[in-house]
């Protein structure tokens, strides 16, 4: 029996999908479906935790000590970002074998470094939950998107997001990454507008920098009452779009200098079990030793991300 810890029991960790059965978007519900995982919980809010703990029939960590660190598998770190470098820190340091971390994975370049380092040294293999690369139906774009740069180059992005560049640009930096094996490096990153509507470490910005050579430009929406998450690939004959917060993704190809959709290539529907996939993977790590994880990755766009932030103006704490 894998033994595991959810340590945060807000939105992600088991509120999204509370009041929704046919939704899998938390840790919580994810490890529930599993008959061989054994689920605890803990969460500063004693009656959350105790009510997600009835509901899931899971255990419930009273009291928080970082020696218990030391008795499970598997430890879902799903608490504000400020919280994570040091549950991250404990937990590597008690050698636990997976931790899925949320994401960003911290706030400041000092800590994102102390982690590096502290990582190797160790044996944990830690997931960063930039939930789309985990998805099958992404692993299938990847493929199409590569076979189609093989044709085709690719001209333009456009990245359209809300709260927070750190937090929420960064799944789409992520997928960047993730489809084309190639870094971020921000070059000639220009910002034209910004503002911390969300957070105060993290400003909501428009801009544009180079990936691949190739132009990005970042819309960055404040004030709208619904989630904004699109990217948009330009390519000479093609173009595709990931669209509604990256639950569709929608191909379209060159027709007498019109673009039409091939409706056979369209995918849908594609998060809402996210966490199913995400759980497997992290649990994978646990029989296989030797399958890398994502955490060097995030770590590093992490801190680039927070190099563009510091200088905008106002101070990352």
Request: contains cysteine.
């Given at each position: 029996?894998?033994?595991?810890?959810?340590?945060?029991?807000?939105?992600?960790?088991?509120?999204?999908?509370?009041?929704?059965?046919?939704?899998?978007?938390?840790?919580?519900?994810?490890?529930?479906?599993?008959?061989?995982?054994?689920?605890?919980?803990?969460?500063?809010?004693?009656?959350?935790?105790?009510?997600?703990?009835?509901?899931?029939?899971a255990q419930?960590?009273?009291?928080?000590?970082?020696?218990?660190?030391?008795?499970?598998?598997?430890?879902?770190?799903?608490?504000?970002?400020?919280?994570?470098?040091?549950?991250?820190?404990?937990?590597?340091?008690?050698?636990?074998?997976?931790?899925?971390?949320?994401?960003?994975?911290?706030?400041?370049?000092?800590?994102?470094?102390?982690?590096?380092?502290?990582?190797?040294?160790?044996?944990?293999?830690?997931?960063?939950?930039?939930?789309?690369?985990?998805?099958?139906?992404?692993?299938?774009?990847?493929?199409?998107?590569?076979?189609?740069?093989?044709?085709?180059?690719?001209?333009?992005?456009?990245?359209?997001?809300?709260?927070?560049?750190?937090?929420?640009?960064?799944?789409?930096?992520?997928?960047?990454?993730?489809?084309?094996?190639?870094?971020?490096?921000?070059?000639?990153?220009?910002?034209?507008?910004?503002?911390?509507?969300?957070?105060?470490?993290?400003?909501?910005?428009?801009?544009?920098?180079?990936?691949?050579?190739?132009?990005?430009?970042?819309?960055?929406?404040?004030?709208?009452?619904?989630?904004?998450?699109?990217?948009?690939?330009?390519?000479g004959k093609?173009?595709?779009?990931?669209?509604?917060?990256?639950?569709?993704?929608?191909?379209?190809?060159?027709?007498?200098?019109h673009l039409?959709?091939?409706?056979?290539?369209?995918?849908?529907?594609?998060?809402?079990?996210?966490?199913?996939?995400?759980?497997?993977?992290?649990?994978?790590?646990?029989?296989?030793?030797?399958?890398?994880?994502?955490?060097?990755?995030?770590?590093?766009?992490?801190?680039?991300?927070?190099?563009?932030?510091?200088?905008?103006?106002?101070?990352?704490?």
């Amino acid at each position: 029996m894998i033994k595991a810890l959810l340590i945060g029991c807000g939105n992600i960790g088991a509120g999204y999908d509370l009041d929704d059965d046919t939704k899998v978007w938390t840790h919580a519900k994810a490890y529930s479906l599993r008959k061989d995982i054994s689920l605890t919980v803990f969460d500063e809010d004693h009656g959350r935790a105790s009510m997600i703990a009835s509901k899931y029939g899971a255990q419930q960590l009273d009291k928080w000590d970082e020696i218990f660190l030391s008795q499970f598998d598997i430890v879902s770190i799903t608490t504000p970002t400020t919280t994570h470098f040091d549950y991250l820190y404990k937990g590597i340091s008690r050698n636990v074998p997976v931790i899925i971390c949320e994401k960003p994975v911290v706030e400041n370049i000092d800590d994102a470094e102390k982690l590096e380092i502290l990582y190797n040294s160790g044996k944990t293999r830690i997931l960063v939950n930039y939930i789309r690369r985990f998805q099958p139906a992404y692993a299938t774009a990847k493929d199409r998107l590569q076979a189609l740069e093989k044709q085709q180059s690719l001209k333009a992005i456009i990245i359209k997001y809300k709260r927070g560049f750190l937090n929420n640009a960064s799944h789409a930096l992520d997928l960047l990454e993730f489809f084309f094996e190639t870094p971020c490096n921000f070059a000639d990153f220009y910002c034209s507008a910004f503002e911390f509507d969300a957070f105060d470490y993290d400003p909501t910005l428009t801009g544009s920098c180079k990936y691949m050579e190739l132009p990005v430009s970042f819309i960055g929406t404040t004030g709208t009452s619904y989630g904004v998450f699109e990217m948009e690939l330009f390519f000479g004959k093609a173009k595709v779009v990931v669209c509604h917060s990256g639950n569709d993704i929608r191909y379209y190809y060159e027709q007498n200098g019109h673009l039409k959709e091939n409706i056979s290539e369209k995918q849908s529907g594609i998060l809402d079990d996210y966490m199913i996939p995400v759980i497997k993977k992290a649990t994978g790590y646990l029989k296989n030793k030797n399958e890398p994880d994502n955490f060097m990755q995030a770590v590093e766009l992490n801190k680039k991300i927070i190099h563009v932030i510091s200088g905008l103006g106002k101070k990352v704490s």
